[in-house]
């Protein structure tokens, strides 16, 4: 049967149609946006930092993790960084990064997660690094996923995530695994 026989036998189905409900939803809106992002963003097991743009990211950085040793990102301005998805020949290349930098461009109060587009040509940083360091402007924080989603647009790679904490799973006997299939610590850092 082709498709479009078959969605034609789904039409004649059909016995009463209804109009589309009213989709205007605003959703929640918080008194103080940043600081219920802060405190979601801890309940869902990340870090938040704050910073003045004017700040020395890459010493903060440094400080945050002091014990690592491989830094992967292709942000111009943070310099420790060994390794760059930009110029990586595989995603692979990426593998034994201690703290992978990026980008955040939307964060949501309402549930801790950050918009992340792809801005690299591995986006596997997101992923394969031990812990993720998100960096945040402070005016680009919304109170909720509706704000977030109208604000969300696609670079030229077409993808992008919202990240919320780190990597978790209780799926192998019940218990509690960090950086399951992703970062096992993230942390935000909210410039102002």
Request: a negative charge; charged letters at 25%.
């Amino acid at each position: 049967m082709k498709k479009e026989e078959l969605l034609e036998k789904l039409r004649g189905q059909i016995h009463e149609q209804y109009d589309m409900p009213d989709m205007n939803i605003q959703g929640i809106r918080y008194p103080d946006t940043v600081k219920q992002f802060v405190e979601m963003t801890k309940k869902v097991g990340g870090d938040v930092v704050f910073a003045k743009k004017t700040d020395d990211l890459n010493l903060l950085i440094r400080n945050l993790y002091p014990d690592a040793k491989v830094f992967a990102s292709h942000l111009p301005y943070i310099n420790i960084a060994e390794k760059n998805p930009d110029q990586v020949d595989d995603a692979q290349d990426l593998n034994g990064t201690d703290v992978g930098i990026v980008e955040g461009e939307i964060g949501v109060a309402e549930n801790g997660c950050v918009w992340v587009p792809q801005a690299m040509k591995e986006r596997a940083v997101c992923f394969i690094s031990e812990y993720l360091v998100i960096i945040l402007d402070q005016q680009n924080i919304v109170d909720n996923m509706h704000h977030a989603y109208a604000q969300v647009h696609m670079t030229d790679y077409g993808y992008g995530c919202f990240i919320s904490g780190p990597s978790k799973t209780a799926d192998i006997e019940q218990a509690l695994v960090m950086g399951a299939q992703a970062a096992r610590g993230v942390s935000v850092i909210i410039l102002s």
